[in-house]
């Protein structure tokens, strides 16, 4: 069972910034991809960015160029630092891991194994 702990959110203003955290147990981060999803009331759960093994990043369209995951191998820690935040961007965010070294695509959501309570993040105009 995979178990993750997710925290970092918050409420912040549009334009405003914050830092979620992920922590898996049992397992090394750096062996497999690991992703950040996110939900907002009435919608599906949709890929917002993965890293795989070997430190490739990839992310949503929507989020390119204002999110950024990353990785601490010696913390066994997965982040994402969110900037230029957007109304849009309002949902609960959750940790995931697929049991493979490359990423799949976000929209294969079965892929991934969500072991976490998730963190809210609310971004208001």
């Known amino acids: 069972q995979v178990q993750l702990v997710e925290s970092g959110g918050g409420s912040v203003q549009v334009g405003g910034s914050l830092r979620l955290s992920c922590a898996p147990s049992?397992?090394?981060?750096?062996?497999?991809?690991m992703a950040w999803f996110r939900q907002a009331p009435g919608q599906e759960r949709e890929g917002v960015a993965g890293?795989?093994?070997?430190?490739?990043?990839t992310y949503a369209t929507s989020v390119n160029g204002r999110f950024t995951i990353s990785r601490d191998n010696a913390k066994n820690s997965v982040y994402l630092k969110m900037n230029s935040l957007k109304p849009e961007d309002t949902g609960m965010y959750y940790c995931?891991?697929?049991?493979?070294?490359?990423?799949?695509?976000?929209?294969?959501?079965?892929?991934?194994?969500?072991g976490g309570q998730g963190t809210q993040v609310t971004v208001s105009s």
């Open positions: 049992g397992f090394a981060a750096s062996s497999v991809c």
């Open positions: 890293i795989s093994s070997d430190g490739t990043p």
């Open positions: 995931a891991a697929a049991l493979t070294r490359g990423c799949p695509p976000p929209q294969a959501v079965s892929q991934y194994r969500f």
